[in-house]
């Protein structure tokens, strides 16, 4: 596998997901990731922790600087808990659960998410603002209601399907709600 255009893709995705949905500072983004996928073969059955750490560091890096919180998600081995840091664990009050990720129990960017963030723990659930699923990890279940389709022109990362989506709040009310202001 080409780490450097795996690289490319990572930032390919980040740089036109970031620039359709514009996640606000202090907000959850969750990205489930099969290396995998990316690598060309089924999920769960040929992890890179060297795809991983390319995956991992543009990921920090893109997000870092728009101080959103990054989620990783875990694979179903652990029931796809997600490592965060404990910052952002503490801000949205979410609930620490015992586990520690390695490559073939919780996937290899999980892995190696504890092994890069500062200060990293996993978490049972939450839910995001936005997601990037990578090889058809199904991270739905992490994403606030409304899930809303963004559509990438850059469709995979390695081999791998890329899925996005951001979170918009639910609209309340019958024909005569406004959901803009100005709008009445």
């Not at 081995?77 to 840091?85: G, I, K, Q, T, W």
């Not at 801000?91 to 504890?114: C, D, I, K, N, T």
């Not at 606030?144 to 850059?154: E, G, I, W």
Request: glycine share 8%; aromatic share 4%.
């Amino acid at each position: 596998m080409d780490i450097d255009s795996v690289k490319a893709d990572i930032e390919a995705v980040l740089q036109e997901y970031c620039s359709v949905v514009r996640l606000e500072s202090g907000q959850l983004l969750v990205v489930g990731c099969s290396t995998s996928e990316i690598c060309g073969s089924r999920i769960g059955t040929n992890g890179s922790v060297e795809v991983a750490a390319a995956v991992l560091q543009q990921l920090r890096a893109e997000l870092q600087r728009r101080d959103v919180f990054l989620a990783i998600q875990c694979c179903e081995h652990l029931n796809r808990a997600l490592v965060v840091e404990r910052e952002a664990m503490d801000a949205y009050r979410l609930e620490q659960v015992s586990v520690f990720p390695v490559p073939h129990a919780g996937g290899a960017l999980a892995a190696e998410a504890m092994q890069v963030f500062a200060d990293p723990v996993v978490v049972e659930a939450l839910k995001a603002h936005g997601g990037i699923d990578i090889g058809n990890t199904l991270i739905g279940m992490h994403l606030r209601p409304v899930a809303v389709p963004v559509r990438l022109q850059q469709k995979t990362v390695g081999q791998a399907w890329v899925t996005a989506a951001k979170t918009r709040p639910r609209l309340i009310g019958g024909i005569r709600a406004v959901y803009e202001k100005n709008k009445s």
